[in-house]
């Protein structure tokens, strides 16, 4: 079984940055890849970045939807079962609540509880 511990979002005006963490515990399982994904109101769950393989981020494989490359920035801390999303330049239509995931090298899916992230003047 593996926990993901969700924290960082918050409200912040368009143009600002936040940082989301979260933190993969109470697990032996190895993960093999970790990200995020979001949900607005009345749309679908989305990608918006995943880091995957390697043993460091430097050797990870790094995916971004098309709408937040050049602001987000993902990365990982294999040691810590820990990723990051860096996310700057704030629009109003990355408002969401954002879901850590987590996938192991057993191909098990896993889900934090998500954090909202609103983006508003």
């Known amino acids: 079984q593996v926990q993901l511990v969700e924290s960082g979002g918050g409200l912040v005006q368009p143009g600002g940055s936040l940082r989301l963490s979260c933190t993969a515990s109470?697990?032996?399982?190895?993960?093999?890849?970790m990200g995020w994904y979001r949900q607005a109101p009345g749309k679908q769950r989305e990608l918006v970045a995943l880091?995957?393989?390697?043993?460091?981020?430097?050797?990870?494989?790094?995916n971004y939807a098309d709408s937040v490359k050049g602001r987000f920035t993902i990365s990982r801390d294999n040691a810590k079962d820990t990723v990051y999303l860096q996310m700057n330049s704030l629009k109003p239509e990355d408002t969401a609540v954002y879901y850590c995931?987590?996938?192991?090298?057993?191909?098990?899916?896993?889900w934090g509880q998500g954090t909202q992230v609103t983006v508003s003047s």
């Open positions: 995931y987590s996938r192991t090298y057993t191909s098990d899916q896993y």
């Open positions: 880091i995957s393989g390697g043993s460091t981020t430097s050797d990870s494989i790094t």
């Open positions: 109470r697990s032996t399982l190895r993960i093999y890849a």
